[in-house]
């Protein structure tokens, strides 16, 4: 929004997510007279998002097999499938959606918009409660199909483009190209020729470091595994032999001078499946309980952080919170929360979100649940209980549980 304001604008920030903002600008034009331009669910935005499909077909003359586009409130996509589908009805037009936003592959599932109740901010660019309502018209008769893809696979992709090309994508822009990724490994396709829309390069630094973090597990080149060893002298060596040649990326490791184990959390580069399975193999077999981590989001956005082994905390109740990232959202919560409650767990990192990915654990009496999560509710902010999650309770709940 800088560069923006550098240009001469008036940039007034409003509200913490893209409705917020949507609906204060809405009240502004009534209230002022002004004209409100929207962000794609109008016929003149749709029309001229339309273009980008009027400059693929024209500068690529040859066969063509789909393009991928991808999907936030549906305006490109869907002034891309309306010219495309007119020219050239061959060609097939897909669009992509990061997994935890996903209100357009809903909507066309159930035959009407949906209203997402959480929508992921990691790819901000297309982070929408729910879709336009002549986008959704459009899509619904000319779009081929939604492919949906991890918050993994799509660094993977910008990791990708950074190496093919020197350019780094935001996370919306690499969308796309994650989705035909995804799409071509699925069905085999070789030998095709497939077009993916980058549609951003604003990228800051908190959200790269994620991406650096993350870019090797989306391309399954990286494993984020937890053994448990026995606290006996010369047990580290021997899960350091187990390990054997794979490459250790990342190690961390505290005795516990009170257990009877300790706990080894790491992250190995692979190749192939084959060696992260032989190797896993190979520490069951000596009796050391391995879990394969890599695909559980709570030890890769918090667990892989802690060290110090588990705790017994009675009453504990572990939540995520989405905190909006303003001044004063950190105090809001404490204000509601605490001192009522004891706070037993508290972990934020920066990613670069438009909300703050915060885990937080909280010493709650059974008979005041109730009431914690009325307080809760009434935050405002978005939240989800981790106590189903087993990773949870395997690395962080001490066995002995009070």
């Not at 890599?294 to 905390?313: C, M, P, Q, W």
Request: overall charge negative; some cysteine; glycine content about 8%.
């Amino acid at each position: 929004w800088r560069s923006v304001e550098r240009l001469g604008a008036t940039v007034v920030l409003m509200g913490d997510s893209y409705d917020e903002a949507q609906s204060y600008a809405k009240l502004r034009c009534e209230q002022e007279g002004r004209t409100f331009i929207p962000p794609f669910d109008h016929p003149d935005i749709i029309a001229g998002q339309g273009t980008v499909g009027m400059e693929i077909v024209r500068q690529l003359q040859g066969p063509l097999h789909a393009i991928f586009v991808p999907v936030g409130g549906g305006g490109l996509i869907a002034g891309i499938a309306a010219y495309v589908k007119r020219v050239r009805p061959e060609v097939k037009i897909i669009g992509v959606e990061p997994s935890d936003a996903n209100a357009m592959a809903l909507s066309l599932c159930h035959g009407q918009r949906v209203v997402l109740e959480h929508v992921g901010g990691f790819a901000d660019g297309v982070a929408v409660k729910v879709v336009g309502e002549e986008t959704f018209r459009l899509c619904q008769e000319l779009v081929d199909g939604i492919v949906l893809v991890s918050r993994d696979a799509i660094c993977a992709s910008i990791k990708d483009m950074f190496e093919e090309n020197r350019n780094i994508l935001e996370p919306a822009g690499a969308l796309a190209l994650a989705g035909a990724e995804a799409y071509c490994k699925y069905y085999g396709l070789k030998g095709e020729t497939v077009v993916a829309i980058s549609s951003g390069a604003n990228m800051n630094f908190d959200r790269l470091r994620l991406v650096t973090e993350l870019a090797d597990v989306g391309r399954k080149r990286e494993a984020v595994l937890a053994t448990f060893l026995p606290e006996e002298q010369g047990s580290f060596k021997k899960f350091a032999e187990l390990v054997g040649r794979m490459n250790i990326t990342e190690f961390k490791y505290r005795y516990d001078s009170h257990g009877k184990e300790a706990l080894v959390l790491y992250s190995v580069g692979i190749y192939t499946d084959h060696e992260l399975k032989a190797m896993v193999e190979r520490m069951e077999s000596s009796e050391l309980k391995t879990v394969n981590l890599t695909d559980n989001d709570l030890a890769k956005d918090h667990l892989r952080y802690f060290i110090g082994g588990r705790s017994e905390v009675k009453d504990e109740l572990v939540y995520r919170f989405i905190f909006p990232e303003r001044p004063g959202a950190l105090m809001n919560f404490l204000d509601t929360l605490s001192p009522r409650w004891n706070i037993s767990l508290f972990h934020y990192r920066a990613q670069g979100e438009t909300g703050a990915n915060v885990l937080v654990g909280i010493q709650v009496p059974p008979e005041e649940v109730d009431e914690f999560r009325s307080r809760a509710d009434n935050l405002g902010y978005e939240y989800m209980s981790e106590m189903n999650n087993e990773i949870y309770h395997l690395l962080l709940r001490s066995p002995n549980k009070v």
